[in-house]
């Protein structure tokens, strides 16, 4: 009867007998492919052990005896209560409901066994497309005849049990959570093994439509779901699983939803600017697949375990040496990022926000550290970190380290014509002039006195004697690119960096120097292994950006900073080191960057309110009002501290001495000409020190970091 029912509208024969029917709809066992359930992905530190786990279905799988038997009596007698008694469907249920069916020419009310029941969420997770998600649950007679096919062979292959075990695994109950184990911790802060009759009845009401009862989208939702508890007490009562005063006092009961944060997530990793950054690499990294959909694929399986570059040491120095001189609740950030030289391998990721959504605690939901490439925002300018480029540039075209020239308290271009952008566009601009920090004084100055003072004006004159272009091509040799994604703007004060910038930019190019110009591009993950054992490794991806003896001739002038520039007040780190601090505008931004041998570092501070509006200067950091803030009053001791801690027992390496017959004295002028006064307005011979408050103009109105703010007035 059942068969010829079902067969009715696609054959009409009534007289249909069901042996003819079953042969003439095919209804036999046909095997159901059932890929392995989205399981959690495991991140690992260098030293393989766990810092972040997450996944794309919140699921831990158990086995039965993992069960409460209540929870097991409740889902069998609300969804299939005859399981243990028939085959791969109910007979009984499925003709009741057929009859309506058939009637109405479509599916109007469920009859589905909960072998069939596994058999629809099989199909529904496997889907690939919105059309297949859709065909998997779609209300018709074709997709009910496959389904029996399928349970046919599913009750073939596995006991009862079995079935029962796999179903409670993949249903989903709402709030997030998928699977019974899952669900008993989101629900009620319990293993499913623990769950009493009142909760065992409410995650049983909540398989049948978990999105209409789903507790976390507010009181309307729990109101159904407390509903739908009763009722299944009702029945249970009613099969006389428990007694009637069983459930009467089942139904007495709260709810209990506890709300229970997900497990996993980089919001709950022990360093989650770096489990994003591992996260956004994988998603937006064509070496993960070769389309979105294709990356998001490889997550979405599960059961990944990740093994990535992070040394917990080193992460831990980069935290302590923040929370010293920036409170998590100060208005402005700190963020800092460790790289090794010659790999690319990031060793730390830190900032001085908590990461989260809690904006009445100051909690960050972007990655500080990154571009926006890896879950970052635009950046912040990254002030005079970028003339190292400029420098690198004129020691590739033969300057020595004591060629110099007059400058003067400020600079404004002669010419249009004296920058060219790499489309050979003319961008000096001839009537603004730029400006020494504190009106600070020229003089005559020289590759390396120009660079320890970081003198503003001196560096605007290298890099029109230079060319602008070939600056911006050492930079792009050296992975700089802004941190928003957008192409690099070059304009005159492109030396001053007015281009924003995350410190794993910043870090990995500083870091090509201390590898004596092999530039790496930042790595994260070093192999990944799936769940059959499969294991892909990466390399690094490194190239010799510019030669070794100009790398060295570099390290020689930046080394200086420490000892006889902008850092002299701060100090080393007791081992050869070298760097460069950088700050934005009236103090907007604040920045330093400095390496070693073995590793570099660079570190950011500005407001994510918006630097123009709401620069350093005045703010509170670490419990202390600060008046001026520059490169070397914040960013530079964090820096220090760092270092300090994070090589404790790496022994010490030293940089490569420079070739002085090819970089040491002058070949163009060693002194100052006689001394004239400069009525041009580019210069004067008033001595003077420049100052590491690098003031600059930007290339127009845009949006800051958070939007709002125009880095330059």
């Known amino acids: ?113 909960i072998t069939q029941q596994y058999v629809k969420q099989v199909l529904y997770n496997k889907a690939e497309t919105e059309e297949e998600k859709a065909a998997a649950v779609a209300p018709t007679l074709s997709r009910k005849l496959t389904e029996i096919r399928y349970a046919m062979a599913i009750e073939q292959k596995y006991t009862k049990d079995e079935i029962l075990e796999r179903y409670l695994n993949i249903a989903y109950f709402g709030a997030g959570a998928y699977g019974i184990e899952a669900a008993a911790k989101r629900f009620f802060g319990k293993h499913a093994s623990q769950l009493n009759l009142a909760e065992a009845a409410t995650l049983a009401g909540a398989v049948q439509n978990p999105n209409a009862t789903d507790p976390n989208r507010g009181k309307r939702f729990r109101d159904r779901l407390l509903a739908r508890r009763n009722v299944v007490l009702d029945r249970m009562a009613e099969l006389k699983i428990i007694t009637p005063e069983e459930a009467e006092k089942a139904k007495a009961q709260k709810l209990g939803y506890k709300d229970v944060p997900i497990p996993g997530g980089c919001e709950q990793s022990e360093f989650p600017y770096f489990c994003l950054y591992v996260r956004n690499e994988i998603l937006n990294n064509p070496q993960f697949g070769k389309t979105q959909k294709a990356r998001s694929d490889f997550l979405a399986r599960g059961g990944l375990t990740i093994k990535t570059t992070l040394d917990r040491k080193m992460q831990r120095a980069a935290e302590k040496a923040i929370r010293k001189y920036v409170h998590p609740t100060d208005n402005p950030v700190a963020a800092e990022a460790l790289v090794e030289p010659g790999t690319g391998a990031i060793k730390a990721m830190a900032a001085s926000r908590k990461f989260g959504t809690n904006r009445k605690k100051k909690e960050m939901s972007i990655n500080v550290v990154a571009d926006a490439e890896h879950g970052g925002g635009t950046g912040f300018q990254a002030g005079s970190t970028f003339k190292m480029f400029t420098l690198v540039t004129a020691l590739k075209k033969g300057y020595k380290f004591n060629d110099g020239f007059n400058v003067g308290p400020t600079y404004v271009a002669r010419s249009p014509h004296d920058f060219k952008d790499c489309q050979g566009n003319s961008v000096g601009d001839t009537r603004t002039p730029l400006h020494n920090s504190e009106g600070g004084r020229g003089g005559f100055l020289t ?83 799936d769940r059959y054992g499969r294991s892909t490794k990466f390399k690094p991806q490194c190239k010799q950006v510019v030669e070794p003896e100009v790398a060295d001739a570099t390290t020689y002038i930046l080394q200086g900073v420490f000892t006889k520039g902008t850092m002299a007040g701060v100090g080393g780190i007791g081992r050869d080191a070298a760097g460069k601090t950088g700050t934005g505008d009236v103090s907007r931004t604040a920045w330093f960057a400095g390496y070693t041998p073995d590793l570099a570092g660079a570190v950011s501070l500005g407001d994510p309110r918006g630097p123009v509006r709401y620069p350093l200067s005045g703010q509170v950091m670490g419990g202390r009002r600060y008046g001026s803030v520059y490169g070397a009053t914040i960013p530079g001791p964090i820096w220090k501290e760092t270092f300090l801690e994070a090589l404790k027992g790496v022994p010490p390496s030293s940089f490569v001495p420079p070739d002085m017959s090819r970089f040491g004295g002058c070949s163009k002028q060693c002194a100052p000409p006689p001394k004239k006064r400069d009525k041009d307005g580019r210069g004067d011979e008033r001595g003077g020190r420049g100052g590491d408050r690098e003031r600059g103009r930007g290339p127009g109105d845009r949006l800051d970091l958070f939007g709002g703010d125009n880095p330059f007035e």
Request: hydrophobic letters at 40%; a negative charge; proline letters at 6%.
């Open 1 to 113: 009867m059942l068969t010829a029912g079902i067969a009715l509208p696609a054959v009409g024969t009534v007289g249909m007998t069901a042996k003819s029917a079953t042969e003439a709809l095919h209804l036999a066992p046909e095997e159901l492919d059932e890929p392995p359930l989205p399981e959690k992905t495991v991140l690992l530190d260098a030293d393989g052990k766990p810092f972040a786990q997450f996944y794309y279905q919140n699921r831990e799988s158990v086995t039965l005896d993992k069960i409460a038997p209540i929870m097991r009596k409740a889902i069998v007698a609300i969804e299939d209560y005859r399981f243990y008694e028939h085959g791969p469907l109910d007979l009984e249920g499925t003709a009741r409901a057929l009859i309506k069916n058939i009637v109405s020419g479509g599916v109007t009310q469920g009859g589905s066994s």
């Open 447 to 529: 590759l390396q006195t120009g660079t320890w003072k970081s003198v503003n004006t001196f560096f605007l004159t290298l890099e029109q004697k230079v060319g602008l272009c070939d600056v911006v091509k050492t930079a792009k040799d050296f992975g700089i690119k802004r941190a928003d994604g957008q192409k690099l703007q070059e304009f005159e004060p492109f030396t001053l960096g007015f281009n924003e910038m995350d410190p794993v930019t910043v870090a990995a190019a500083y870091a090509t120097l201390g590898a004596r110009g092999k530039y790496c591009k930042p790595m994260a993950i070093t192999e990944i292994i």
